[in-house]
């Protein structure tokens, strides 16, 4: 099964707008990554979050960290077009690999 | 352009037969991960190596294998191909084991 899992599995927002992704995992982490695809292609990285660290920035992103709940949440503000792409999570247990979610589908909507 | 290689991009094939999608990591990177990602699976792991090691394994199946050679290089053997190994197969490259992933491109295999 999945070590994480992104919700919602769908976003439809428009050009301007915040949106937000969350994950959820079950065992014990290392960090905490997010990777987006746009369609077809690599993932690329966007953060790592330690699982001492609670909150993180990076440009328009926003991601924070609740070890306690198992969850996570990505913040993309001010979204533009070139946003659209998947969203995945990927967890990294101690020493261990990383499991990626089922991710989540943005669409920008201009 | 994440500095990982894959070949080859695209790759057609019947049932029965056996491919070998081959991938380069980043200079330096050790560690070399295999990805299998389908419409209906999601992104699944297959196989992680370091160093020339394998260090574990995910939902592989036993017709999949794959090494990593001395000069880091990976190779992902896919056997007795059926119509459902029809997928991108990733293959992704970092530093350390808890690191930061660089993806290449894809290998995108149709089993017909």
């Known amino acids: 099964s999945q070590q994480g899992e992104e919700d919602p599995q769908a976003l439809s927002i428009q050009e301007g707008e915040n949106a937000t992704m969350n994950c959820s995992y079950k065992?014990?982490?290392?960090?905490l990554q997010w990777y987006r695809q746009n369609s077809g292609r690599g993932l690329v990285h966007l953060i790592l979050?330690?699982?001492?660290?609670r909150e993180k920035h990076s440009g328009r992103l926003r991601v924070t960290l609740d070890t306690s709940k198992k969850s996570s949440s990505l913040l993309i503000t001010a979204s533009r077009a070139a946003d659209t792409a998947s969203y995945f999570c990927?967890?990294?247990?101690?020493?261990?690999?990383?499991?990626f979610g089922p991710g989540t589908r943005l669409s920008v909507l201009p | 352009d994440s500095g990982v290689t894959q070949t080859p991009k695209h790759l057609i094939t019947a049932t029965g037969q056996r491919v070998t999608l081959r991938c380069s990591p980043r200079?330096?990177?050790?560690?070399v991960y295999w990805y299998q990602q389908s419409l209906d699976q999601g992104l699944q792991f297959l196989i992680h190596?370091?160093?020339?090691?394998?260090?574990a394994k995910g939902n592989i199946l036993e017709r999949f294998s794959a090494q990593q050679f001395p000069d880091l290089h990976s190779e992902l053997n896919l056997s007795s191909l059926e119509l459902g190994d029809s997928a991108l197969y990733f293959c992704?490259?970092?530093?350390?084991?808890?690191?930061?992933?660089?993806f290449g491109e894809g290998s995108r295999l149709t089993v017909l």
């Open positions: 979050i330690r699982s001492n660290e």
């Open positions: 992704a490259s970092s530093v350390v084991v808890t690191g930061e992933l660089f």
């Open positions: 990927a967890t990294g247990p101690y020493g261990q690999n990383f499991v």
């Open positions: 065992t014990s982490i290392n960090n």
């Open positions: 190596y370091y160093n020339g090691e394998e260090r």
């Open positions: 200079s330096g990177d050790l560690s």
